[in-house]
């Protein structure tokens, strides 16, 4: 990539993190754009559509949260692991209003949820091991788990003022799981 086009794609994103957390992911990308100093045109060029873009602002925090589930991989407590991952998602996806909504519903060719492959695998392990050790039941999918996860980064969304409802909605959660 021409340095210019190098500096215009990392504004770009730089631009699409402060609007997607101040405005959700439904904000206009006419705003993205213009906020870089760039034109639609522009961003359309580096990021053919919303989910691109969403996937490319994301992809920072995934690979924060895969290194994360491969740290939590020797935790003592294979359950314990499990759930401190999962409400590490959650914070994750609620600090983006939107985004859960969007990952939920994105088709499985966008670029949007092919970076839901390695969470689900990175999940799948950590919850294998935690079925393993006998502290979650054998039915129980990463799938399920991460929908439930998407779920209640929604409800935290929807009920900015209550600060312990992730915590409480994970911990009944788990209660099923077991």
Known sequence: ???????NHDRLLAEARAVFAEHGTDASLEDVARRAGVGIGTLYRHF?????????????????LLARAEELQSAPDPCRALLTWLHEVVAHAAAYRGLSRA????????????????????????????????????????????RLT???ALAVEESPGDLDLADRLLELTLRGLT
């Open 1 to 7: 990539m021409r340095a210019d086009a190098r500096r």
């Open 48 to 64: 053919p559509n919303r989910h691109a873009l969403m996937s490319a602002v994301f992809e920072d925090a995934v690979n924060e």
């Open 103 to 146: 990952l939920m519903s994105a088709s499985p060719a966008s670029a949007l949820s092919r970076c839901g492959t390695p969470m689900q695998e990175a999940g799948a392990a950590l919850l294998a091991r935690a079925q393993e050790a006998g502290s979650v039941r054998a039915d129980v999918r990463i799938g399920d788990l991460l």
């Open 150 to 152: 998407h779920a209640i």
